[in-house]
């Protein structure tokens, strides 16, 4: 009966992949002495300041539907904030607030891709957008960087030649989850020459835009070289910048005139998002520069931590991260990271995501977030280096 039913369902659905990060997860939830290095986000709770807007929205009533599109209040807050961190004017026409980046990224794909359509991916990257391509029908090509101690790379010359009739869809994630690969001007403007030679969209994913350990306070982005009429859709979510993860709320940037298709969208799929998470939302933008400082320098000083850590070990292979919270080391003899981070779960309670996770170039690699306490990141080094004793 259930194989009939299994049967019954859309391929796509049908076949979209169990997340490998998740299979380590249950192998050790329940231990009482865990370290979780394994998830994309900090420990930090959500703060008070932005609780209480939510708290007077629900308060003044605020418990019906609304604006499809968000708030006016919260998309001219987000063109604020986008004026400010790249020094130049933005419409609030051009923001949709979402429910969490994830639907964004559904949202933008729904879009410019479908049955047969392909999309390149570089790759070791985040699997959940090649997940939601390819439950639309779409085909996920991987784009494999390549990795040095000096930092990941990505080949202009490989990704144009991974270029099919077919193909639809560029995307992006820099700063990158899991290698913290940052794209840089030049090769931003390449990809983008290359979208515009080919008639390709771009998907930005500029997530971790604001973790960046470079100069200017900021990650490059395409927003700094793009035209207004440039097939890129941005998407951006609250929950990295301003501990906001459970609250699922993010937001789409594209072209105003692209606005009553994605309206559309988000009518057909959540109908908006809540008012009270809105305005908790419009409260971090305005307010919440402090914070997003302090989550910042923190993750710089968990990044010196573990990359000293691992340093001291004389058995690990990374390239310091350029952005983003993560670092991805491999450790020699040890290829095989689905089995190398079940082993490190169950036998010492240290928790990390397995870069097979992660797709094309990532099989021997660990991805570990940095964005923790430092006690945590301190008991996970050791960990390592008391496993690879035994």
């Known amino acids: 009966?259930?194989?009939?039913?299994?049967?019954?369902?859309?391929?796509?659905?049908?076949?979209?992949?169990?997340?490998?990060?998740?299979?380590?997860?249950?192998?050790?939830?329940?231990?009482?002495?865990?370290?979780?290095?394994?998830?994309?986000?900090?420990?930090?709770?959500?703060?008070?300041?932005?609780?209480?807007?939510?708290?007077?929205?629900?308060?003044?009533?605020?418990?019906?539907?609304?604006?499809?599109?968000?708030?006016?209040?919260?998309?001219?807050?987000?063109?604020?904030?986008?004026?400010?961190?790249?020094?130049?004017?933005?419409?609030?026409?051009?923001?949709?607030?979402?429910?969490?980046?994830?639907?964004?990224?559904?949202?933008?794909?729904?879009?410019?891709?479908?049955?047969?359509?392909?999309?390149?991916?570089?790759?070791?990257?985040?699997?959940?957008?090649?997940?939601?391509?390819?439950?639309?029908?779409?085909?996920?090509?991987?784009?494999?960087?390549?990795?040095?101690?000096?930092?990941?790379?990505?080949?202009?010359?490989?990704?144009?030649?991974?270029?099919?009739?077919?193909?639809?869809?560029?995307?992006?994630?820099?700063?990158?989850?899991p290698t913290g690969w940052v794209a840089g001007r030049e090769i931003l403007a390449g990809m983008l020459d290359v979208a515009r030679r080919h008639g390709l969209w771009i998907v930005a994913d500029e997530v971790y835009g604001r973790f960046y350990y470079g100069e200017g306070g900021r990650a490059p982005s395409f927003y700094d070289i793009c035209e207004p009429d440039d097939r890129i859709l941005f998407v951006n979510t609250f929950s990295k910048n301003w501990a906001m993860t459970g609250w699922r709320i993010g937001w789409l940037s594209a072209p105003a005139e692209l606005g009553q298709v994605v309206e559309n969208l988000i009518q057909y799929s959540t109908s908006g998002v809540a008012a009270f998470m809105q305005r908790a939302a419009t409260v971090a933008l305005d307010e919440g520069e402090a914070f997003v400082a302090e989550q910042i320098a923190r993750a710089v000083r968990g990044r010196d931590l573990v990359c000293s850590a691992l340093d001291a070990l004389g058995q690990a292979r990374y390239a310091p991260p350029a952005g983003a919270f993560y670092l991805f080391f491999a450790l020699d003899g040890h290829p095989d990271s689905r089995r190398l981070a079940l082993d490190l779960a169950t036998g010492t309670g240290l928790g990390l995501a397995p870069g097979s996770a992660f797709g094309a170039g990532g099989g021997a690699f660990l991805r570990l977030c940095f964005a923790r306490r430092v006690d945590h990141l301190e008991e996970g080094a050791r960990r390592i280096a008391g496993w690879l004793a035994r």
């Open 1 to 177: 009966m259930t194989t009939s039913l299994l049967a019954a369902l859309r391929a796509p659905a049908r076949l979209a992949p169990e997340s490998g990060i998740v299979e380590v997860v249950n192998a050790a939830r329940e231990r009482a002495d865990l370290v979780p290095l394994w998830v994309g986000e900090g420990d930090l709770p959500t703060p008070e300041f932005i609780c209480a807007a939510a708290e007077r929205s629900l308060r003044d009533g605020e418990t019906f539907y609304t604006y499809q599109r968000g708030l006016p209040t919260l998309r001219e807050a987000l063109a604020r904030y986008h004026e400010r961190l790249y020094d130049r004017p933005f419409s609030p026409d051009r923001f949709f607030v979402t429910g969490s980046g994830m639907q964004a990224i559904q949202i933008a794909l729904q879009m410019v891709a479908g049955d047969g359509d392909e999309v390149l991916v570089p790759s070791p990257a985040w699997p959940n957008f090649a997940a939601a391509a390819e439950v639309l029908g779409a085909r996920a090509v991987p784009v494999e960087m390549a990795f040095s101690p000096d930092g990941w790379t990505l080949d202009l010359e490989r990704l144009t030649a991974a270029i099919t009739p077919r193909t639809r869809v560029l995307f992006v994630n820099s700063p990158c989850n």
